[in-house]
């Protein structure tokens, strides 16, 4: 248990389909992240808040829109995806001024499957 | 961010110390070496950073070469729960970032 979680753990989806799927963080931090591991790939970095303003999207298909409302909340809202963006979703949280300092702590995943 | 440069495999015994290697030739001064690892299809999970010195924590120790180009993560006793990918990460002071790489996937067998 790192503190971070998110739901749904599985999710099987169509292409017509509209999703979110939610990340909390129990932590106090106030930096969050969005990161994207297909199958035998790196992870990747998806997106960044910081004190609940976006400071990073790595061109990412405007069919994922990310909300951060609070600094213990973030959404990844999905529609019309496409069968290759099945993956694994992680999220994580940090404490931003900490900079290289602090570690990030991730939640358990979201496997994602697109039909 | 420097690159790492990682073995794809390592087996090690369990109850054995497992020593992984990591190459950071590049680094700066202002970059620390950071260590994570991902149990198959979880979350990675942190498990020790440093900048200079060598550290130990309940995990695991990190020893970092004197220039700095390299270290290596030790597992005291490694149980069959170590298996998993262990990312070997640099990471520049004033950034939040992590950049992955492919890591090195360690198997303990019994």
């Known amino acids: 248990e790192t503190g971070v979680t998110q739901t749904p753990r599985h999710l099987v989806m169509g292409m017509t389909n509209k999703k979110s799927l939610k990340c909390e963080q129990h932590l106090g931090h106030n930096a969050m992240y969005w990161y994207k591991q297909s199958a035998k790939k790196p992870l990747e970095l998806m997106f960044v808040y910081n004190f609940k303003e976006q400071t990073e999207n790595n061109s990412v298909p405007s069919r994922f829109s990310p909300e951060c409302p609070n600094s213990s909340h973030l959404f990844l809202h999905l529609h019309t995806l496409q069968p290759e963006d099945s993956a694994l979703y992680l999220c994580a949280s940090q404490q931003a001024s900490g900079g290289a300092r602090s570690e990030q702590f991730f939640g358990p995943g979201t496997r994602l499957t697109v039909l | 961010d420097a690159k790492t440069t990682q073995p794809p495999s390592m087996d090690c015994a369990e109850g054995r110390a497992a020593n992984l290697p990591c190459n950071h030739s590049?680094?700066?001064?202002?970059?620390?070496v950071y260590w994570y690892r991902q149990i198959h299809s979880q979350g990675p999970q942190y498990i020790i950073h440093?900048?200079?010195n060598n550290e130990t924590n309940e995990m695991a120790s990190l020893i970092i070469t004197e220039d700095r180009k390299s270290s290596t993560l030790i597992l005291p006793h490694a149980t069959l729960r170590d298996t998993a990918v262990y990312y070997c990460?640099?990471?520049?002071?004033?950034?939040?970032?992590?950049?992955f790489g492919t890591g090195t996937r360690l198997q303990v067998f019994p």
């Open positions: 440093g900048l200079k």
């Open positions: 990460i640099v990471r520049t002071y004033n950034t939040d970032k992590l950049i």
């Open positions: 590049t680094i700066s001064g202002n970059e620390y």
